[in-house]
């Protein structure tokens, strides 16, 4: 799969994240809210889904795919809109958010009611590797969307979505193993996992995560003809991570350039 145009579009909410971009300010702006165990991230999008703004937040409102903080969440959604419209110079109105696959009525609408409290509309809610793939576009193969606190699985035949899994396993169990063997907080956990300079050291450490999550990636798609595993998710920005599932599951496994965006692009284009 060539990823060439997925990552410029990446690179450019990437860029969105400290620069706004010029856009027609007639009509209403595309907005993905992408509430999650470890970050709260809002993309904005122009009418032709150009990224123009993105805002985030590292929070701890979001456990597993469940808001299990309502009132922080709210004020965190309601705060991120607000910097982007001061940037943006116009409100936003309408949003669409997405949960982890399989996540029940009752918890999808507690997302609902967290992203409606801070003041926009919800008009979609989809689930995590669904809206990876409205950037990925793929056609055949298995979105696997690895985040701090869940991994979620779409399996993809003919553009339609056959099979959805999620398990609670994700980018924090990273950092409690690199927390445990430095014996260190996990707030500085997250800084050496994320410290390019100590990428080879982290990777050795965390290896046996890896191989956990890719044995669980094998399970879900064992009775499944896959042929390519396409990874999204911040946990994914790990350099290498895609060479051990790869090894371990005997599957081309790929990634796009910064794969921490990708999903909360991908709700913001269902918008
Ligand atoms: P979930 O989808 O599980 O609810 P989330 O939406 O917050 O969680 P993401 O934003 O996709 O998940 O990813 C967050 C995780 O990615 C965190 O565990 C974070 O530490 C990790 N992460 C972010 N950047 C990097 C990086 N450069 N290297 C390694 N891990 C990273």
């Known amino acids: ?17 400290n620069e706004t971009f010029p856009f027609d300010s007639k009509g209403d702006l595309l907005v993905g809210v992408d509430l999650g165990t470890a970050y709260i991230v809002v993309v904005v999008l122009d009418q032709s889904s150009n990224p123009i703004a993105c805002e985030m937040e590292f929070a701890q409102v979001v456990k597993d795919g469940l808001v299990v903080d ?3 969440a709210t004020r965190i959604v309601r705060k991120l809109k607000e910097k982007l419209e001061a940037r ?27 992203v409606e409290g801070a003041g926009l509309e919800v008009v979609s809610i989809l689930d995590e590797p669904t809206a990876a793939n409205a950037v990925l576009k793929v056609n055949n193969g298995v979105i696997v969307d690895i985040g701090g606190g869940t991994t979620g699985l779409s399996i ?11 398990e609670a396993t994700g980018g924090t169990h990273l950092s409690l193993v690199l927390a445990g063997n430095y014996r260190v907080k ?11 300079e100590r990428k080879k050291e982290v990777l050795t450490i965390v290896r046996p995560v890896i191989q ?4 669980i ?4 798609i064992a009775n499944y003809d896959v042929d390519a595993i396409y990874l999204v998710g911040g946990t994914c920005c790990l350099e290498g991570f895609e060479d051990v599932v790869e090894k371990e599951v005997g599957i081309t496994t790929l990634k796009p350039y910064n794969p921490f965006l990708v999903t909360p692009l991908g709700i913001a284009m269902n918008c």
Not at 1 to 17: A, G, L, R, W
Not at 186 to 196: G, R, T, V
């Open 1 to 17: 799969m060539d990823f060439t145009k997925v990552d410029h579009i990446v690179s450019q909410v990437e860029k969105s994240i």
């Open 70 to 72: 309502y009132i922080g």
């Open 88 to 114: 943006l110079l116009q409100s936003l109105k309408r949003a669409a958010i997405a949960v982890p696959p399989g996540t029940g009525v009752k918890d999808s609408q507690t997302h609902r009611y967290v």
């Open 156 to 166: 993809i035949k003919n553009r339609e979505v056959i099979y959805t899994a999620d």
């Open 186 to 196: 996990f707030e500085d956990a997250e800084k050496i996992k994320k410290d390019p």
């Open 212 to 215: 956990k999550m890719s044995a």
């Open 217 to 220: 990636i094998a399970a879900h």
